[in-house]
């Protein structure tokens, strides 16, 4: 295991880990019951399975024999900012129906230092012959409650702390798109915080399957500008929240002398343009005005209505030609293995989605499922989830956007690719919008710099939680290859037809402590 915070120790307990079947109904029942001693039996046998032990986590409690390990223990994440009260609440049910000290909240303390403490523990005590500990690790599972920068703050931790057997992660979805638990089958709407709903919940977790998401890694870099800062700006000049995209360390490998590098990484999707203005739009007012975002319903009203503030409604009227993609930027695409080749982009293309997960901005999917015509001309797959592929999809305007909401609508889909790149044309533009899984920032661009880059290569992979009502296609599943009756599109012209097709050196996102929101970030702010 080398350095890992998880090899051999070389002093271990002296004491041996025979501890407390005896103990642990009556330990399980005090945690358990206290404030609800009518818990049915039947309710409380369930929970067993996800309940792990005080010893598991610290020396205080030490029981006298091993108990039947649980069969699903899980370690919860809460966002107690997230949702308004949701989190809060979320946070002191699972705590009441749970051992507290497998719940954690993410505005006390970083996953990746709960993890890091976890695990550490649990191969101690696997080296002391642990056998219950040994199922603890084997069977452990992560539930993390937020919205998608909570979610995506989580997967990258669990992405860059390279755990001996990462856990699979269930989402729950307190905030407002809740892409990645729609996506999986976690639904897209604020659940409800009692014990019953979470109940509930939990029974979805026990009959959640594996599957495996893609993860991407992006890169930023540009000449050290002679006059001003190129940092990405948050909504509001607060400092961008680190987990998302940030400048690398002087002593990290991707440094260049001379040059400003920015790294990050994303499960879901990347965009450039129109669709990320007007988010930056949304969370600088979020920022101004939270009491105003307390409802999800609210918060996707007030969405709809910045876009037409911001004048996307009638982007040819407001917003001049250098708005467009193609001419702020060249963009490339590699296939597999392949060789980097322009890709062209209509000239009426505001916005630039490569999409991981097929569903964006609360549930749509701008891919669609393209005809089998179409993927014989233009050489296009299923866009599965887990076979290092990003679906790049175009569009022109909000109008364009709502075509989403009708059956088979799609946006213009411009390629699959392996590896995108940006090259931002000379002067083009002072800034741009980007966001990242619905983290947006406004991007300054140096004046005299022809030399700005962005790359996004594909990185590794995660596990996931999906359920039945899973969204996600996988290219080991039997059944995504096929299509039913009515999902494909009709084989009728698009706009799409105007479209043509023109690293192993990113191991991580960052060391998994830049995972860390910094202090003067307020946690409520990320989704």
Known sequence: MGNSPFSHRNHLHEHSTRRGRSKWNSCFASNQLGPTMAESKSDSDFLKDFYIPAYIFNDETQLADVPEAPKFPVLVFINSKSGGQLGGDLLNTYKSILNEHQIFDLGEEAPDKVLCRVYTRLEMLKQEKDEFATKIHERLRIIVAGGDGTAGWLLGVVCDLKLPHPPPIATVPLGTGNNLPFSFGWGKRNPGTDRNSVLLFLEQV????????????????????????????????????????????????????????????????????????????????????????????????????LGCT???????????????????????????????????????????????????????????????????????????????????????????????????????????????????????????????????????????????????????????????????????????????????????????????????????????DTFRIPDEVDISQLS
């Open 206 to 305: 026990k009959k959640a399957k594996e599957m495996k998401i893609d993860n991407w890694h992006i890169l930023m870099r540009m000449r050290a500008p002679k006059e001003g800062s190129c940092d990405p700006i948050a909504p509001l000049e607060l400092p961008h929240s680190l987990h998302a995209f940030h400048r690398v360390s002087s002593t990290d490998e991707l440094n260049m002398a001379g040059c400003h590098t920015f790294r990050g990484g994303f499960w879901n999707y990347f965009s450039l343009g129109m669709d990320a203005q007007v988010s930056y739009a949304f969370h600088s007012e979020r920022k101004l005005h939270p009491e105003n975002f307390k409802n999800q319903l609210v918060n996707q009203s007030t969405y709809a209505k």
């Open 310 to 512: 911001q004048g996307w409604f009638a982007a040819s009227i407001f917003h001049p030609a250098s708005k467009n993609v193609a001419q702020l930027a060249k963009v490339k695409i590699m296939k597999k293995h392949g060789q980097w080749q322009d890709l062209h982009i209509p000239q009426s293309i505001r916005s630039i989605i490569c999409l991981n997960l097929p569903s964006f901005s609360g549930g749509l999917n701008p891919w669609g499922t393209p005809s089998g015509r179409k993927k014989n001309e233009r050489d296009l797959t299923p866009p599965f989830v887990d076979d290092g592929l990003l679906e790049v999809v175009g569009f022109r305007d909000a109008w364009h956007g709502l075509v989403l909401l009708a059956p088979k609508g799609h946006g213009t889909r411009l390629a699959q690719a392996h590896r995108i790149r940006f090259e931002f044309h000379k002067g083009a533009a002072e800034h741009t919008y980007m966001r990242i899984d619905g983290e947006p920032w406004k991007q300054p661009l140096p004046k005299d710099d022809d030399t700005v880059v962005v790359e996004i290569s594909h990185l590794g992979q995660v596990n996931m939680l999906a359920t039945q009502n899973c969204r996600s296609k996988s290219v080991n599943d039997s059944t995504s290859s096929t299509h039913h009756n009515g999902e494909e599109d009709d084989d009728v012209s698009d706009e799409e037809d105007d479209s043509r097709y023109g690293g192993d050196e990113f191991r991580k996102f960052g060391a998994a």
